[in-house]
């Protein structure tokens, strides 16, 4: 129907010159409004991308040239590195404790938000308000708040009596705790986006499909198990998604606060990759870590993708 | 006697004030850090050694430690810089991805569905991915410490095409039929059309475009290492490191880099659910 006009204004336009003109130049319109985007999308996202690709099967000099190469040589390097093996480790543990509980936490919130019914606008703001702050500020306040000697939060457990029998945890200068620490970094800063996409999730649940329930008999934990994480399936799973490959890539904390230690605990892929592009300037060992980095994300994703044709519904 | 319907309306009652409660609870808690780092800006640097740790200053005319960053080390010249490094970067953003999504709403052509995919498909790789071989980009072409060489990896929003894209597909085809025998090009439709009617989405992401592109703290730390072209997030990690000791001075540093952004949002909260709820519920 769009296209009807261009062909009648060709036709009216008297000359077949100027007709011709006036053709090309409905011809590469769409292209020329696509260009800028295009360019850059290019430049900056595929081109690196098959660049770092091309690095990781080569030797790097510290210029960025290439100088030679060496097919899947630094791949069989890289896995006989102690130090990468560690770092998926380090990736995969914080994954595994992240995802849950970004996604558990702004999910039970939502629900709790969703019920309540006086001051809402004060709590949602709260709520969504670390949204708005970025990770270095969030960094530096919870170094102080974690601080082992005078952070409030050992002060807390101290006062709640955790610390009778044991020495306060230092939480980020300890190989056992500095990980769980930086999770709860994560999950602060993360928490007011994914509260306000499950808020308006849990919302969008058609109020007949509750009440039904109700004259049925269902209690609360049941109509959320059957009817409100059905429905909001899809949500669910964007987010599980996002923050999948949140976890996996995490790197910004561990620079602020950590620089990967103590002894290699919180060295996660990418700030492996940082290091040995940045510090040892060594970029195909940093490329090759990358592009790993980049296949265990999206095999990850796959997964989920498999699982989303069971567990989500788009109705 | 009570019935049973009165004990389940209590109940219910009962169960609304819990819920509010214990919303405004853990609101309360959720904040807690926040309000802990704007206190945190009133205290003397020796306050922060003390044991009781104090959450409280002992007094908030205490402006000694603000006027000390303002005046006495970069924190300015960084808000300068992540101010316009924020907000060139959401302008071309949004210009390019409504020519763009104007593009993908209006047009029939050749390769459409393949330009579409290609700019989507960029969501699938990781930023992170890209840092060196953008980083060797960039300091070939001469745009180490520049803003150019900060803002250019920030053009591309994909998210941004999508939703923009969406918007003007509720604008009908038949409008714009009728703007073109008016003799109203597509160019001046796009501005005169487009963009008035798309309003609440261009603010809605605007503002939260805006937001990320001043959060941004590892690519601006790779691309620069002038002091005089940090941008606020790299600063205040180095202002922490240069002096641990000078914890008031951090503080009052994050009090004035946050304020702006706890305004910004206070003003476009409502704007954003209604984009991120408009965007995101269809998956």
New interface residues.
């Given amino acids: 129907m769009r296209s009807s006009y261009n062909n009648s204004v060709a036709v009216s336009v008297a000359g077949s010159n100027v007709r011709h003109k006036k053709k090309l130049v409905n011809v590469i319109k769409p292209y020329l409004f696509l260009a800028p985007i295009t360019i850059f999308t290019i430049m900056f996202s595929y081109y690196p991308f098959i660049k770092t690709f091309i690095f990781s099967l080569s030797k790097v000099n510290v210029a960025g040239e290439i100088t030679k190469f060496v097919g899947l040589d630094n791949y069989i390097d890289i896995w006989k590195r102690p130090d990468f093996i560690n770092a998926i480790k380090v990736s995969l543990k914080f994954a595994a404790m992240f995802v849950p509980l970004a996604v558990i936490c702004p999910l039970l919130l939502a629900l709790i938000a969703n019920r309540a019914k006086f001051m809402t606008k004060f709590y949602q703001t709260c709520f969504a308000l670390p949204m708005a702050v970025s990770m270095s500020a969030t960094c530096l306040i919870f170094k102080q708040l974690l601080h082992r000697r005078v952070g409030l939060l050992n002060y807390l457990l101290e006062k709640l009596g955790v610390y009778e029998n044991v020495t306060a945890i230092d939480w980020l200068g300890s190989a056992k705790w500095a990980l769980p620490a930086l999770v709860l970094i994560m999950i602060w800063t993360g928490i007011g986006f994914n509260f306000m996409l499950l808020l308006a999730a849990v919302r969008n649940v058609p109020t007949e499909l509750l009440e039904s329930a109700s004259l049925e008999g269902a209690s609360y934990w049941q109509k959320v198990r059957k009817i409100v994480i059905p429905v909001i399936s899809p949500t669910l799973f964007f987010v599980l998604c996002t923050q999948m490959v949140k976890g996996l890539t995490m790197s910004g904390p561990v620079m602020i606060l950590t620089d990967g230690g103590p002894l290699g605990a919180t060295t996660t892929m990418i700030y492996y990759v940082y290091s040995a592009g940045f510090k040892s300037t060594n970029y195909a060992l940093g490329s090759t870590a990358s592009v790993c980095a980049f296949l265990i994300a999206f095999v990850f994703l796959l997964f989920n993708f498999k699982y989303e044709k069971r567990g989500v519904n788009y109705d | 006697m009570k019935t049973v319907n009165e004990k389940a309306r209590q109940r219910k009652k009962f169960?609304?004030y819990f819920?509010?409660i214990?919303?405004?609870i853990?609101?309360?808690i959720?904040?807690f850090?926040?309000f802990?780092?704007i206190c945190?800006g009133f205290k003397d640097n020796i306050n922060?050694?003390?044991?009781?740790?104090r959450?409280l200053p002992e007094t908030f005319r205490n402006l000694s430690n603000f006027i000390y960053v303002v005046t006495k080390t970069l924190i300015p010249r960084y808000m300068l810089n992540s101010f316009v490094i924020a907000l060139s970067a959401t302008l071309v953003r949004l210009?390019?991805?409504t020519?763009?999504a104007?593009?993908?709403a209006?047009?029939?052509?050749k390769g459409?569905n393949v330009?579409f995919f290609?700019?989507v498909g960029?969501m699938?790789?990781?930023s992170?991915?890209?840092?060196?071989?953008?980083?060797?980009?960039v300091?070939?072409l001469g745009l180490l410490n520049t803003y150019a060489g900060i803002v250019?990896?920030y053009?591309?929003s994909a998210s941004q095409?999508f939703m923009f894209r969406q918007s003007f597909k509720t604008i009908s085809?038949a409008l714009?039929?009728a703007a073109?025998?008016d003799g109203c090009g597509?160019l001046l439709f796009y501005i005169k059309i487009c963009i008035p009617v798309s309003r609440p989405v261009i603010t809605a992401l605007g503002l939260s475009s805006f937001?990320n592109v001043?959060?941004t703290?590892?690519w601006p730390?790779?691309v620069t290492n002038k002091e005089e072209m940090r941008t606020?997030?790299?600063g205040?990690?180095m202002l922490?490191n240069a002096d641990s000791n000078a914890?008031g001075h951090?503080?009052a540093g994050?009090g004035i880099?946050?304020i702006p952004?706890?305004i910004?949002?206070?003003i476009s909260?409502r704007n954003?659910?209604r984009g991120?709820?408009s965007g995101?519920?269809?998956?």
């Fill in positions: 169960q609304y819920t509010s214990l919303s405004v853990l609101g309360l959720i904040i850090p926040l802990y780092a945190s922060f050694d003390n044991y009781p740790p959450i210009i390019f991805s020519l763009a104007y593009s993908f209006f047009f029939n052509f459409k330009l290609i700019i960029t699938m790789i990781p992170e991915a890209l840092l060196i071989s953008n980083y060797l980009t300091s070939k250019c990896v053009f591309v095409v085809g714009r039929d073109y025998i597509d937001i001043w959060n703290y590892l730390l790779l606020v997030q790299v205040i990690t922490s914890k951090v503080f994050i880099i946050l952004m706890i910004l949002f206070a909260q954003m659910v991120i709820s995101a519920v269809k998956g």
